[in-house]
């Protein structure tokens, strides 16, 4: 019911497009956009074309939706888009793209929609199927980075917090028992933007694992 419910009131954000076309992804447009696609069929068993084009510094978050290249509806990632047959769900986070499924109405398997040639996330599906062994060995670094993280910085984040004064008075104050050198520190800050920015291309997230994506950004 909840997740029903958070559709509906997803859907209803979204708001008529302007009917203009979708504009061409280019190389350059790796950190500042991605597009995503898949085809569908409508009613009458005629395919089209659906995108969704994810632009990361857009002050609004917002997500374009377009039917055969031709903007349909805009709406505040996250976003839910109507499609026959189900809808097309959108997340994203201080990283990337959290979320980009078809969801068939009725429960059936969920699809992740296929990135555009020439973006990030394309490029890092392509290296995943030119090799496959390393493409695991770089997602296992990049989980086991962040739950490193989690249990470094979430401990200091909390001392942070218990350290202000309004927090302190109801509920005291917590010392982390980790303490790093500033340069490791950094090194581990680093390495978990490299591991969010990992994840975020290749679509990958989980509430309490991705928890450094938000505590990074």
């Known amino acids: ?57 857009d002050w609004d978050d917002t997500t374009r939706f377009y039917r055969d290249g031709r903007e349909q509806f805009v709406a505040e990632a996250p976003a839910t888009f109507p499609v026959p047959g189900g809808v097309i769900e959108v997340a994203t986070g201080t990283f990337g793209v959290t979320r980009m499924h078809h969801v068939p109405d009725g429960g059936g398997d969920e699809q992740v929609l296929r990135p555009v040639r020439n973006s990030g996330e394309y490029w890092r599906a392509v290296a995943g199927h030119r090799y496959p062994r390393l493409s695991r060995w770089v997602g296992r ?36 028992p980790i303490s790093l050198p500033g340069w490791l520190n950094t090194t581990l800050f680093v390495a978990g933007i490299a591991a969010s920015l990992e994840r975020a291309l290749s679509l990958r997230n989980h509430w309490l694992l991705d928890l450094d994506t938000w505590l990074l950004g």
């Open 1 to 57: 019911m909840w997740r029903a419910w958070k559709r509906k009131r997803q859907l209803a954000r979204a708001k008529p497009g302007d009917g203009s076309a979708l504009k061409p992804h280019r190389l350059w447009h790796i950190p500042t956009r991605s597009v995503f696609r898949i085809e569908l069929p409508d009613e009458d068993g005629v395919e089209h074309e659906y995108s969704v084009d994810v632009d990361y510094f």
């Open 141 to 176: 670094v990049a989980i086991a980075v962040l739950l490193v993280g989690l249990v470094i910085f979430v401990p200091q984040l909390l001392e942070l917090v218990t350290s202000w004064d309004v927090v302190a008075e109801r509920v005291g104050t917590f010392t982390s």
